[in-house]
């Protein structure tokens, strides 16, 4: 299962918060929630967030089996 459990601990680390990537970056509160939600995010979007918080795909994604 795709998690993005990360995704919260890495934003806090750099002190970027939900608002600042709505307000500031252009995310939309769909886009998070689908984040919080743990449901389908397209690539664009990791690849985005990873430029934003300076960070690797593992500090946004992470992959938990069954």
Do not use: H
């Amino acid at each position: 299962m795709i998690t993005f459990d990360p995704l919260w601990k890495t934003m806090k680390k750099k002190n970027v918060s939900q608002y600042k990537l709505v307000k500031e970056y252009g995310f939309s509160f769909g886009q998070l929630d689908r984040f919080r939600k743990n449901a389908n995010v397209n690539l664009l979007t990791i690849d985005t967030l990873c430029r934003i918080l300076d960070c690797d795909i593992s500090d946004v994604v992470e992959y938990k089996k069954d």
